[in-house]
């Protein structure tokens, strides 16, 4: 399924007509249309605001069968706004909005520095999932999992 039939089946699984999609978010009845159409494509701006007013998964509407991970630091890139740019401004679909905007690196770190920072979140981490890691098994875990992303993977 392509994105012109994601975002119809979204605004018809919601009940709405082209003119009731398009007031939603703020656009015309035509540029609805033309998207579903394959006319033309929403601005990244507007697949947020589809994705945060009818909690679709950004994924789900990118055609990506799971959720993927930011290939620097592994955070995992469900919502629109978690996903940085290229050089263009368009959506990066390998890394987060933290490691990457405007087609380069945020930061430049180590893999190492990567780790450490990735640390900081392992309280949020271990609540949300149930898991209970040291930070030196997180820390090792993370060495092992990040070395396999994009960023990180020399080999």
């Excluded at 007013?53 to 789900?60: E, G, Q, R, W, Y």
């Excluded at 069968?65 to 930011?70: D, G, K, L, M, R």
Aim: charged share 25%; hydrophobic share 35%.
């Amino acid at each position: 399924m392509n994105l012109a039939e994601k975002i119809s089946d979204v605004r018809k699984q919601s009940g709405l007509t082209q003119e009731e999609f398009a007031e939603k978010l703020f656009v015309t009845r035509q540029a609805v249309s033309r998207w579903e159409n394959c006319e033309t494509t929403p601005t990244i701006d507007t697949l947020k605001a589809i994705s945060d007013l009818f909690k679709v998964d950004a994924n789900a509407l990118l055609g990506t069968a799971q959720s993927s991970v930011c290939q620097s630091c592994a955070m995992p890139l469900a919502r629109f706004e978690d996903l940085g740019t290229d050089a263009g401004g368009s959506a990066s679909e390998e890394y987060c909005a933290y490691c990457f905007k405007g087609g380069e690196f945020t930061h430049n770190r180590t893999l190492e520095e990567m780790v450490e920072s990735n640390l900081k979140f392992l309280a949020e981490f271990n609540a949300g999932n149930g898991t209970a890691y040291s930070e030196d098994d997180a820390r090792t875990i993370l060495k092992l999992h990040l070395a396999t992303l994009k960023r990180w993977n020399k080999g």
